[in-house]
Nanobody
Framework: QAQLVEFGGGSVQSGGSLKLSCAVS????????LAWFRQAPGKKRQGIAG???????TYTNSVKGRFTIYQDNTKATLYLQMNSLEPEDTAIYYC?????????????????????WGRGTQVTVSS
């Protein structure tokens, strides 16, 4: 049974918004830190946002102020609200989980080993 399943990708024009969702299994939501990664064509996968069990968040510089990671009250769903999208944001977006961690302000999303991954959802931003 898939632990993480992404929804909400699609195509949007530059300057537009999209919200990605990730359904989180009951087991995973109890103790894991969650994050969003993305991989653009020809580039390595990049961690862009993370949230820990206490609600601390961290973002990579290129999305700060434009993207917001959050969970619903039950933690059954992880979200990524993406505003002011740019063509450079075009990528496959993945939801990921890692055992309990703490995100300090400014700490890289990749600081922890992620052992659960969704299949990804495509986001395309046209100019």
């Amino acid at each position: 049974q898939a632990q993480l399943v992404e929804f909400g990708g699609g195509s949007v024009q530059s300057g537009g918004s999209l919200k990605l969702s990730c359904a989180v299994s009951e087991y995973t939501r109890k103790s894991y830190c969650l994050a969003w990664f993305r991989q653009a064509p020809g580039k390595k996968r990049q961690g862009i946002a993370g949230i820990d069990a206490q609600g601390h968040t961290t973002y990579t510089n290129s999305v700060k102020g434009r993207f917001t990671i959050y969970q619903d009250n039950t933690k059954a769903t992880l979200y990524l609200q993406m505003n002011s999208l740019e063509p450079e944001d075009t990528a496959i977006y993945y939801c990921a989980a890692t055992p309990p961690c703490t995100y300090a302000v400014g700490s890289p999303v990749e600081a922890y080993p992620y052992d659960q991954w969704g299949r990804g959802t495509q986001v395309t931003v046209s100019s």
